[in-house]
Structures are given as structure tokens and as C-alpha cells.
């Protein structure tokens, strides 16, 4: 009990030290004298701070984990985890585009303007940069805060859109519910999904929106397409259309319901699902520009496609930006899906079935459109969300497909690997929010002052200063 008590003190006192700024910066410095080291002071003071708070959180946590006999304690550490996020997400968040976000304020513009039904439709449902995916839902959501509050607040927008994590948490935790380990599975993936390392898909409202939004609806269609009226049958195939249309890979929600239907042999529903699939598909692909895509289909050969796809499921895991230990991720999480198939853990659990399912068919998707763009875009940062999801899930049917013997050597292992993975995210990745947040209140502050703009490309696009100021202009935008 006093080696315990001696840990989780020496971790409070290491979370106090790095948690204040200055002493922080003295100790960086103190490492790069001492050892040649090129380090920005700025970048990893904020991340050591940032470990420090975590840290200091933790050792609290472990503190009343040992004096705790209820097994419900882990939803305290779930429900701190929820909080330290938004606490985290409140406070550097702004009211400021970032790269795709300047479109939707265009948008925004343009639909305010519209004058007819039917160019206003046209605006919802066209293409975004004339291919891939109709991003329907993040339209339809700008416009209904634009109507409720006669202004774009994108701050509140990511705020009220990244709860979204907290009902995909909720949703997965319902799957399993009937699992005598169903509290500690619950946190193991709250400290996995609720942290920094796809940062670009929480504190950026386009991507936050439309890959949560795919994810989030998939599952919900997932969860209530095993319940037997048509209510629920209709609510499923609404809450697909939603998924479909937050990002192009929310239409794999199709073919996998209908595998669904195939293996519950509910021939009639099937029939149902697969004429709606049609239906949808002949107006989603109308005026697909496939010319567009500038090496065609499949140009690459199969072996580079499925690197890409590794890489883009490991992509949380990308800590320096290389390549090897999110390949080495993607690729267990690939003969997991295959070890779960022959298992028949669709039988068991087909919503985190189904949702593997869904990953990796979306990362095999994005390395057709991406790799001819070079197999690093694969761990572009946003992409991570699905790769961190992706994970979550692995670690569910794991649970779920290990005996108990097994289950008291892996729950130790994966409690110890998610709280460092959790921790070294905060480390690495979260600085950049804080340090992009300056970057952006500077851009506003040199519009507001009408000061030439400094170039911060690509976050800030080549138009980006005129979509800002036309929306402030058309009073839809108030930096």
C-alpha cells in the first residue's frame, strides 16, 4: 500500500510541475543545453503543460481507485475523461474558419442570397469540389444555426457537434451491456476516443461534423435495425440516408445493413433495403465527375492499396509521422476483423462487427481517391478519428471474444497502453490546437484592424480573407 501510495504521489507531484508553464520551460531548456537538442520551447511547453494536468487528474483517479470497492467507479473516470475533453475543447476553440470551414461560410453566403427552392436544394445536395461526397448534413446544419441564431458562432458549433463523441461511446457501451466488464471496457474507450490526437476532427467544424456525423449515424442505423417494427425500420434507413449523407463512405451503411438482413434472413426487410440502396445510389451518383479524379481508378497496384489502408487505420498511432507503427496497427486490425469473421462475432455483437466492417472498408475507399496524392496522406491527422474509432471497437470485441483467463492478463496490458497512449497524445498532438488557435485570432485581428494579411496556408486559404469578409459584410459572421 505505501509503494502505491509513494507512486501516485510522485505522479501528482511530476503533473504540478509540468503543469506551470514557466518551470516547464526552464526544465526544456535545461534538456536542450544539456543535450544538443532542437526542440521548440513554445510546441512542447504546452504539451508538457498539458501532461501535467493530465497527470495530476490521474493520479487522483488511481488514488480513489484503490480505495474504491464498487465496480461502478470507472464511470467517475469515464464521466472525468468526458469533462477534462470539453474543458480542453472549450478552451481553445474560437470562432474562426479553418481550411474547409471558409467553404461553408461561402455557403452560407451564397444559399442566403439564393432566391429560389430549387437553387437552395441545388446548394444542399451539390458535390463538394465537384466529386467524392455530398456533404448534405453539415449544410443542413450551418443553416439550421444560422436560422435559430441569425449568425455562424463555429465555436459553438464544434462544441455542440463533439458531443457526437460522447453518443458513439454511449452506443458502443450498449452493444456490450449485457458484459459483466461492461464499466471498465467503458472507460478503456473513453480514454482512447476522448483526446487530442485527431485534433483536426475535433476543434475543425467541417471535418468534426462530417466524420462524426458518418460514424455516429452508421451506428445508430446499426443499433436500431435489430429491432423488429417498421418503425424502427424506417427510423434505420433515415438515420442511413443522414450517414450517407454527412461523407461519401457513409454509403457503405448499405451493403452493410443488407449483410445484416442476409445473415438474419429477413428476406423481406432485404428486398426493402436493397431498393432504397438503389434508389439512393441513382441520385448520390448523378453527375459523379470520375474524369475528375486525375490517374483514374486503380492506377496502383494491390499491395500499395492495402499499405495505404493499414496506414490510414493506424493513423492515430503516427507519432513523429512515421509510416511503420501505424502500418503495423492497421494490419492487426485487418487480421482482427478476420479472426472476428471466423469466430462469427457478427452473431455476437454485429453493431462493433459492423462498424470494423465500416473502417475498413472506408480506408480501403480513401486509398482509391488519396494515394495518388502519396501514401503519407493516409496519416493526415483528421483521418484519425476513423483510425482511433476503428480501435475502440477492436478493444470491445476483444473483450468480448477473450475468456476470462485471458481477460485478467489483457485488461492490465490494455488499461496500461491506453492510459500512455492517452497521455503521449496529449504530449504530441494537443500543442498544435493552442498554437493554431493564435495563429487564427491573429488572422481576425488583422482583418478587424484592416491590416495586410500574413499567408498560413493551407488553414487559411488563398480566399479565405475575402469569404470572412464578405460574410461579415453580409452580417452572417461576427469574428
Wanted: glycine content about 4%; overall charge positive; some cysteine.
Amino acid at each position: 500500500m505505501k509503494l502505491r501510495l509513494f507512486f501516485i504521489f510522485s505522479l501528482f507531484l511530476s503533473g504540478i510541475f509540468f503543469s506551470i508553464f514557466f518551470i516547464n520551460q526552464h526544465f526544456l531548456s535545461f534538456l536542450i543545453s544539456s543535450f544538443h537538442l532542437n526542440l521548440n520551447l513554445e510546441f512542447w511547453g504546452l504539451g508538457l503543460q498539458h501532461l501535467g494536468i493530465e497527470l495530476t487528474v490521474l493520479s487522483s483517479l488511481f488514488y480513489l481507485y484503490f480505495i474504491l470497492e464498487n465496480p461502478k467507479k470507472y464511470i467517475l473516470f469515464s464521466v472525468s475523461a468526458s469533462v477534462l475533453f470539453f474543458v480542453f475543447l472549450f478552451l481553445n476553440s474560437a470562432n474562426i474558419p479553418i481550411m474547409d470551414d471558409f467553404s461553408m461560410l461561402d455557403f452560407i453566403n451564397h444559399y442566403s442570397t439564393s432566391e429560389t427552392w430549387s437553387e437552395k436544394f441545388s446548394l444542399i445536395t451539390s458535390f463538394y469540389s465537384g466529386f467524392e461526397t455530398r456533404p448534405v448534413v453539415i449544410r443542413l446544419i450551418y443553416i439550421l444555426f444560422f436560422k435559430i441564431t441569425n449568425e455562424i458562432n463555429i465555436k459553438t458549433i464544434v462544441l455542440v457537434c463533439n458531443v457526437s463523441l460522447l453518443l458513439i461511446l454511449i452506443l458502443l457501451a450498449l452493444s456490450f451491456w449485457q458484459n459483466k466488464l461492461k464499466w471498465k471496457i467503458i472507460f478503456l474507450v473513453s480514454i482512447f476516443l476522448l483526446q487530442f490526437a485527431f485534433y483536426d476532427s475535433i476543434v475543425y467544424s467541417t471535418p468534426a461534423i462530417d466524420y462524426q456525423f458518418a460514424v455516429l449515424f452508421f451506428m445508430i442505423t446499426l443499433f436500431i435495425i435489430q429491432k423488429k417494427t417498421w418503425h424502427f425500420q424506417l427510423g434505420a434507413f433515415a438515420c442511413s440516408l443522414l450517414s450517407a449523407g454527412s461523407l461519401g463512405n457513409g454509403i457503405f451503411v448499405f451493403p452493410i445493413v443488407l449483410l445484416y438482413l442476409f445473415i438474419e434472413k429477413k428476406w423481406t426487410w432485404f428486398s426493402i433495403w436493397f431498393i432504397g440502396f438503389g434508389l439512393f445510389s441513382a441520385f448520390y451518383f448523378r453527375g459523379f465527375a470520375i474524369n475528375k479524379l486525375s490517374t483514374g481508378f486503380f492506377p496502383f497496384s494491390f499491395a500499395e492499396y492495402f499499405k495505404y489502408s493499414c496506414c490510414f487505420l493506424g493513423s492515430s498511432f503516427q507519432f513523429f509521422y512515421y509510416l511503420q507503427v501505424p502500418f503495423a496497427i492497421g494490419l492487426l486490425l485487418w487480421i482482427l476483423f478476420l479472426t472476428l469473421t471466423l469466430k462469427k462475432y457478427y452473431k455476437t455483437n454485429f453493431l462493433v462487427y459492423g462498424l470494423i466492417l465500416f473502417l475498413l472498408l472506408s480506408s480501403a475507399a480513401n486509398a482509391v481517391f488519396r494515394l495518388n496524392a502519396g501514401i503519407e496522406t493516409a496519416i493526415t491527422n483528421r483521418y484519425a478519428f476513423f483510425s482511433v474509432v476503428a480501435v475502440a471497437a477492436s478493444l470491445t470485441a476483444i473483450y468480448e471474444i477473450t475468456g476470462e483467463k485471458t481477460q485478467r492478463f489483457i485488461i492490465p496490458a490494455l488499461f496500461s497502453i491506453g492510459i500512455v497512449y492517452h497521455l503521449a497524445s496529449g504530449l504530441f498532438f494537443f500543442p498544435e490546437v493552442p498554437l493554431r488557435k493564435q495563429r487564427l485570432e491573429k488572422f481576425i485581428s488583422e482583418i478587424k484592424n484592416s491590416k495586410p494579411v500574413s499567408p498560413f496556408f493551407p488553414i487559411i486559404p488563398s480566399n479565405g480573407e475575402a469569404i470572412v469578409r464578405e460574410s461579415i459584410k453580409n452580417k452572417i459572421y461576427f469574428p
